[in-house]
């Protein structure tokens, strides 16, 4: 599509009991290419570029620093009115803009309050030190191309793994895949998008990769989309723990420690103490998560 640049409009309604605030539009790049439609001063771009420049740098385009004065001035566009010719409104519409690319990128330590959503725009709320009930937290958001690079590690009890996630293990399971010997350790992993798992064969050991559909009384419950054994059910040893190296946002838990790698917006529309655009994010889980934080601490200014 060329033309008008892409905008993607993301909230942080999910995110978590803990953030129920709605993040402003950012403008999503896409690729360069001709303008094929009349000059429009409301949009945040005239041409749209590739969400990575050739230097690895993320391209984030424009943060409208307020949504809903942005949508009004498209609407007069769209219907035919203030083409451009107003001060009285172009003005206040390039003011609304902030480039974020024109942002420094910093790095900045603290402990997770919550997170919420995937690799294509999702949301961490965080202290810059310990988690405390009265800290109002910063705000991380992932690219809304998901070109954000997100990296969880650090270990967790079994016990805590939830139905869905992806597990790599090495185990013997019989011809009704029923495991021969308790797991004492397994791996939280996120599969390359062109993964393609091998059949399960009984009676050997063999590195399994498969999802999570239960975990209870002591056994885990995998399946396995490849061959005839698909449905696996094994035992685990009371003190089992699961590894993690994954990029998941769903797995990053209050208490977990976060180093990112971003632009901070403080000003007009930020959340909490402020926005962080991230192009990294490096999260390192916690023994025990403390308890989620009061919900009412996170908000738009």
Known sequence: MCGRGVRVRVTAAGLLPIVAIVLATVALPDRACAQLTAYNPYADSQEMLPPVAPDGTLRWGTFYKSAALQKTYERLWNLGACRGTNKAITVPVEQNKLSIDSLVEEEFRGTVIGAAGT???????????????????????????????LTVTGSMPIARIRPGMTVRLNARV???????????SIDIVTLPARFKPAAIQPDRVDTIVGRVTQVRGGTLQVRVDAGKIRRLTLPLAPE???RIDAAQLDIVEPGDSVT????????EGCMGQGTIFA?????TKAAVSPPLADADKVGAR
């Open 279 to 283: 192009s990294k994010v490096s999260v």
């Open 240 to 242: 089992a723990m699961a």
């Open 260 to 267: 990112i790698t971003g632009r901070l917006w403080e000003g």
């Open 174 to 184: 019989d011809g009704k895949g029923v495991g021969t010997e308790p797991l004492d």
């Open 119 to 149: 690799l294509e725009g999702g949301m961490l709320a965080f202290t810059s030190g310990p988690a405390v009930p009265d800290a109002t937290p910063f705000v991380a958001t992932l690219h809304p191309a998901g070109v954000s690079k």
